[in-house]
């Protein structure tokens, strides 16, 4: 509400400015003026989600925001998000946290509950008055006694369901809150990070839908620190109480998640995605990891790795630390081959991502018994790469039928650089054309003088029917051989 005053009184006010004898900032009718409202945003047949936005309809800024109100007998809070809670009877408070508590002239800020029973809340106040506006109220409402309330209670939508409520924001900003929120996400849900430092164990458990995906989302200064491992775990890791494999965030039967914009660094391993198929990561950046940044893994299908940096990987163990690693190892797959015994990490696109420097192993590193997957548009920058366990190339390509498309590696010291991109053909069981059908097109290679090919096809002979392709539109410089080792294709 604005605050008026006279006009001789105006007046005299702006020659006391003019003259400088009171600064702008003294105007006595500035003050903030808060309204809150109340809107259910899902119904279910036993309760409802609403989110409650806090406007600012004053002159200037507001501090902080206490938003009151009751519930009459049948209904109750059961979980909220992005304000503190307290409960007196009937009674709720909800006061701000630390980052939505200043409400700017003309702004919003909020917070969301989700309640068990239909009963909307009576008496609502922010700020003391009345949530739609008006004066204070001299004092405080009685709370109501358990006795039936007269208002009744509403009838239900005409077509409810039995599911849980979807689309909510819950907004997050202690590592215990982000654990909560993993462990009781729904498909349809936004888990948002504030900016901070998140430590500890995350781990996601939830499926996400096809037509409800479940995000993960928060600004490049939402990072996620694990200082595990801890405990004693199974001999293959699944999520087990009690034992921290030290992932900075680890997805696990998790289909169908987004994860959005954090940063992930200072844990054993950045982000594995473990038989989740459909999860996109955009944004993120991961580094100072131990051993390998990002890893799809136990046929986590149709993954996506987009728009992200990934750099200082494999500190502790160098030949261990690649940027991306799509499958497993043939010799993992007692563990990890949960499709026809192979791990089936298929058709995962690695897209205009920056990989390197300091990635201590292979930049992308895409293991046998991994089909279709397309690694495009992404910037390889080969410093550090170390030479141990045959880690010497931007890219290892063991899989089948990928395309290599449109990436731009270079390579200058320090490190240990054999040729830009290498395929080999490890044998398996089951048995696939392992290392064959892949091509390359329109990649742009600067080996610093130091590597012998471009790319560097290890065996024809194995890929009968199914041969590498390198097509002519590939470009060289400072390599010590030439573009690649087999015919050039047009």
């Not at 206490?66 to 007196?88: I, N, Q, R, Y």
């Not at 198929?277 to 390998?292: F, I, M, Q, S």
């Not at 728009?307 to 993992?332: K, M, R, W």
Request: glycine share 14%; charged share 15%; with cysteine.
């Amino acid at each position: 509400m604005r605050r008026t005053i006279p006009a001789a009184a105006a007046a005299a006010l702006a020659g006391l400015v003019a003259a400088g004898l009171l600064t702008p900032s003294a105007r006595a009718d500035t003050a903030p003026a808060l309204t809150a409202s109340i809107a259910r945003a899902s119904v279910w047949s036993s309760g409802y989600g609403a989110d409650v936005t806090v406007a600012n309809a004053g002159d200037a800024p507001a501090a902080g925001w206490t938003v009151e109100f009751d519930l009459p007998e049948g209904t109750s809070v059961t979980s909220h998000w992005s304000a503190t809670k307290t409960l007196s009877g009937r009674h709720y408070t909800f006061t701000n946290v630390s980052w939505n508590g200043s409400v700017a002239p003309g702004g919003t800020q909020g917070f969301g509950f989700n309640a068990s029973g239909l009963g909307l809340p009576l008496n609502c106040t922010v700020n003391g008055a009345p949530c739609g506006g008006g004066t204070p109220t001299p004092t405080p409402s009685p709370t109501p006694t358990p006795t039936p309330s007269p208002t009744p209670t509403p009838t239900p939508t005409a077509t409810p369901t039995t599911a849980p409520p979807t689309g909510p924001v819950v907004d997050v900003a202690t590592a215990a809150q982000l654990q909560a929120a993993l462990a009781s996400a729904a498909p349809g849900q936004t888990i948002r990070m504030a900016p901070g430092e998140y430590r500890g164990s995350f781990v996601a458990q939830r499926p996400g839908a096809a037509d409800r995906p479940i995000t993960l989302t928060g600004p490049r200064t939402a990072v996620l620190v694990n200082d595990g491992p801890s405990g004693s775990g199974p001999s293959c890791p699944v999520p087990t109480a009690g034992w921290d494999p030290g992932y900075g965030l680890w997805l696990y039967r998790a289909p169908y998640w987004n994860l959005e914009g954090f940063t992930v660094r200072d844990s054993k391993k950045g982000l594995v995605v473990d038989a989740s198929p459909h999860v996109t990561a955009d944004g993120l950046y991961v580094h100072r990891v131990e051993e390998e940044g990002v890893h799809f893994r136990r046929s986590s299908s149709d993954g996506v790795l987009r728009d992200s940096t990934v750099e200082e990987t494999g500190l502790v163990q160098p030949g261990y630390g690649e940027g991306v690693y799509i499958g497993s190892a043939g010799s993992n797959w007692g563990c990890h081959g949960n499709e026809g015994g192979a791990d089936r990490s298929d058709r995962v696109l690695v897209e205009n991502n920056r990989i390197g420097p300091n990635v201590a192993a292979e930049a992308v590193d895409v293991k046998e018994g991994t089909f279709g997957g397309v690694i495009r548009g992404n910037t390889f920058d080969g410093r550090g790469i170390t030479g141990q366990n045959s880690a010497d190339s931007w890219i290892d390509v063991k899989g089948v039928d990928y395309l290599i498309e449109g990436n731009t590696g270079t390579f200058t010291a320090p490190g240990t650089f054999a040729n830009g991109y290498e395929t080999h053909n490890p044998a398996t069981t089951p048995a696939f054309p392992n290392g064959c059908g892949n091509v390359w097109r329109g990649n742009d290679s600067d080996l610093g003088g130091v590597g012998a090919y471009a790319v560097r096809i290890t065996s024809t002979s194995k890929c009968p029917g199914r041969l590498n392709v390198v097509h002519a539109s590939n470009t060289v410089r400072g390599a010590t051989t030439g573009l690649t080792n087999i015919a050039v294709t047009p």
